[in-house]
């Protein structure tokens, strides 16, 4: 079993936040998307989307758990639930970077995609042994 891997480090700016003094939604999916890209980038051990290959969401949830505040400051880890043949499912855990609340588990599934073709495409054995290193067996905090 791993460790999960720090994909995001970062504060909640009071601009980010809405009427209640809270976070807006919008702010925890673009914290989580730029999280997946240093997850995915890992695994596929490539920037972006070289030779017209890439990523493709296909399902992601999101479990709001604590309230965000302006100036909370935030980390998210990142680990593999499961490995397909052209997919990774894979979980974010927002917390406090100083106290460790967790404010948001995140739970997406994302396909390896041709871009040209519009198809999947599969792992090949190198991303297969990356992702499988990130695998956490039984998630630490189930959505």
Known sequence: MSTALVTFVG????????TMGHMNVRHYA????????QLLGHIAAKDG????IGWADVRYEVDY??????GALLTIRSH???VGRSSITFEQVMSGSLDGVVHAVGRTTSVRFDLT???SVPLDDAMRERALA???EQPAQPL
């Open 11 to 18: 504060m909640a700016h009071p601009w980010m936040c809405d």
């Open 30 to 37: 673009g914290m989580f998307d730029d999280a997946s890209f």
């Open 49 to 52: 989307n070289e030779g017209g």
């Open 65 to 70: 758990r604590h309230e965000t505040k302006a």
């Open 80 to 82: 593999v639930v499961k």
């Open 117 to 119: 073709a519009r198809a």
């Open 134 to 136: 990130l695998l956490v």
